[in-house]
């Protein structure tokens, strides 16, 4: 298979080091790629679940990213 002579035996455990190897790095490529994969999706996720750029701290209410306050919206009025 792809031009190894699995039966010499001078570079039997050249090969059989190279195949390890070679699927060590499968193995280490598809983690990181597995790992990036995760982040965007929780980036993802995480930008479309916020609504506005406030945030509750308990001790100090809502901040808002931009330092200012907070508009009510106005109440209707009857007619």
């Known amino acids: 298979m792809f031009g190894v ?3 010499n035996s001078e570079t039997l455990w050249l090969n059989l ?3 390890g190897l070679g699927i060590v790095t499968l193995i280490c490529v598809a983690a990181v790629a597995y790992n990036i994969a ?3 999706w929780l980036k993802a996720r995480a930008a479309a679940s916020e609504k506005t750029h406030a945030m509750h701290i308990p001790e100090l209410g809502w901040t808002m990213a931009d330092g200012g306050e907070p508009v009510e919206p106005e109440e209707k009025k009857d007619r």
């Open 5 to 7: 002579d699995w039966s």
């Open 17 to 19: 080091t190279n195949l």
């Open 38 to 40: 995760v982040e965007y």
